[in-house]
């Protein structure tokens, strides 16, 4: 390798790879950069996950396009490491290669009824309205008129905005055409949310929360008890708590202290302390049995939920979204700690199982530190892998590639002829974006793999 342009493989387009890539770029002007991504379409959640109706966070893709693809970093759309491709390929056809796969699947309840019809991981919805082409064919049964829905993350709050924001203020967003007509129909007018622990620990950010209670036509509920701290965490919060916690707190107050708004179309409420039990119906969802739990504070510092008496109450509902988590997938013949869900690493660097760097295999994003994080905690995390990636090279401590750069290109011919390259995705976008400025919004989305892989083959003809 010495003396040669050093060969990168990112595997996972999404924000982590991304800016890993526009971080290798900014250290090493000279490496060459292959971005390897399973769906025909980069930057993964910001395309996937962030909502629709958040349509100034999906900007960050023209940075992503700017400081990788304009850079000469190639995209390798529609490519399944693990699959079409190995490890040990990877690994003879580059210095280093960087997981960047993210959090694939949901993380599980564990409680009876959990996979009934009608109950969902909410990565699925998420899937489904932001047109991921995996979940593209879902049927959401909209019918009933109360949703339940398990969890106080940001996820959460995205999933109940899209349950309850107006179809028409939706309509101006990218959200995917099959999720719109099916919100058009939609019944539900209530949103039980439920939150395992108190005010003080729920999960969302303040800015997500504080939208929650602003939402056109929408009520928002908080039960004046639920609003109020236990001991517990009343003197968690004057001692340890965060800022993000005690604005929480504080709005969380000033909702529950709000006139109740009988005319709104649709209404949202907020519950506290009680962990649902079981999912319960007649082939389908018809209701959650929920329980109270109280905070208590463990040994090494934590507050956690425990149930208190034996009082279960069933709300009824015809859906259930968990959203308590996303969850990572082991990647074939690539260590993976099963009890974190995660690429064992230090400061990016891949472990072997006795505790050593794997030399050449990297890892950065959410299969490096587990599914949270907003996006601009990935530059942090890619900027410490990328570090200690630049120090490796210059170290010479990399097996170095040994298969030429067009052999990968060979290789990959033959086993993905529907390759979709950066070409590809550009008339995949091109074709997006027209169809956008033709009905007003942002972009309309082709969201099935045989309308992107169409678009993407437009250029090769
Ligand atoms: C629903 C949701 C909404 C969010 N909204 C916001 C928001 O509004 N603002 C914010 O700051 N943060 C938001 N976040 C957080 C943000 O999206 C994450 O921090 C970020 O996406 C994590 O980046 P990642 O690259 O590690 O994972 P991902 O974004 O999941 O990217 C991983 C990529 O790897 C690809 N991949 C997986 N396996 C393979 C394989 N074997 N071969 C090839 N490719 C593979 C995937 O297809 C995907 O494109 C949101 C997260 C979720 C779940
Ligand atoms: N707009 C944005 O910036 C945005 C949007 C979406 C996502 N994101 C980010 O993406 C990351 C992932 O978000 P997320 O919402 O999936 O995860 P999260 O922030 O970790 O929230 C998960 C929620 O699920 C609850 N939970 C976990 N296990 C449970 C169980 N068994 N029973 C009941 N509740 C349970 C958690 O409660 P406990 O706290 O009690 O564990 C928590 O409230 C976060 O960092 C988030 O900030 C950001």
Same mark, same amino acid.
Request: net charge negative; glycine share 18%.
């Given at each position: 390798?010495?003396?040669?342009?050093p060969r990168v493989a990112i595997v @996972? #387009?999404?924000? /982590? @790879? #991304?800016?890993? /890539?526009a971080s290798i770029l900014r250290a090493r002007g000279d490496a060459d950069i292959d971005l390897f991504e399973r769906l025909p379409t980069p930057w993964g959640l910001l395309r996937g996950g962030v909502a629709p109706d958040h349509q100034e966070i999906k900007r960050l893709e023209d940075t992503f396009d700017r400081q990788t693809l304009r850079r000469g970093c190639r995209f390798l759309g529609n490519v399944e490491v693990g699959t079409d491709v190995s490890h040990a390929e990877l690994m003879e056809h580059y210095d280093a290669v960087v997981y960047a796969t993210g959090a694939q699947t949901d993380k599980s309840l564990g409680i009876p009824g959990e996979d009934l019809p009608g109950s969902w991981a909410a990565t699925s919805f998420v899937g489904w309205y932001n047109g991921h082409p995996d979940y593209r064919d879902l049927e959401f049964d909209l019918s009933a008129e109360r949703a339940v829905v398990i969890g106080n993350g940001n996820v959460a709050a995205d999933v109940i905005r899209i349950l309850t924001l107006g179809p028409d203020e939706l309509a101006q967003t990218d959200i995917a055409d099959h999720a719109l007509e099916a919100l058009r129909a939609s019944n539900v007018r209530e949103v039980v949310v439920l939150g395992r622990r108190g005010p003080a620990q729920a999960a969302f950010t303040s800015a997500e929360l504080r939208e929650l209670g602003r939402l056109d036509g929408v009520a928002l509920h908080v039960d004046p008890a639920d609003a109020e701290l236990d001991a517990v965490s009343r003197e968690w919060l004057a001692a340890d708590g965060t800022f993000t916690a005690r604005k929480n707190v504080e709005l969380l107050q000033a909702f529950a202290a709000r006139e109740p708004d009988t005319g709104a179309a649709r209404r949202i409420d907020l519950r506290f302390l009680c962990s649902p039990v079981e999912i319960r119906g007649e082939g389908r969802v018809e209701g959650v049995d929920v329980r109270r739990n109280a905070i208590v504070r463990e040994e090494d510092g934590t507050l956690r939920a425990r149930p208190v008496g034996d009082e279960v109450e069933t709300i009824a509902c015809g859906l259930v979204l968990r959203s308590v988590g996303y969850r990572a997938v082991p990647l074939p013949d690539v260590p993976f700690?099963?009890?974190r869900y995660?690429?064992?690493?230090?400061?990016?660097?891949?472990?072997t199982p006795d505790g050593r760097p794997l030399p050449g295999v990297y890892t950065v994003g959410w299969i490096k530190r587990g599914p949270t994080g907003i996006l601009g905690t990935n530059k942090r995390d890619a900027d410490e892998t990328v570090a200690a990636l630049v120090e490796d090279l210059a170290a010479g401590t990399l097996a170095g590639a040994r298969a030429p750069r067009e052999a990968i290109d060979a290789l990959l011919a033959e086993r993905r002829p529907d390759l979709v390259s950066g070409d590809g995705w550009r008339a995949i976008a091109g074709q997006e974006l027209e169809r956008g400025r033709a009905e007003g919004r942002p972009r309309v989305k082709l969201a099935s793999r045989a309308e992107l892989l169409d678009a993407a083959n437009a250029v090769r003809s």
């Open positions: 390798m010495a003396g040669e342009r @996972g #387009a999404g924000p /982590a @790879g #991304a800016f890993a /890539a700690e099963e009890r995660v690429l064992p690493n230090e400061a990016g660097r891949v472990l």
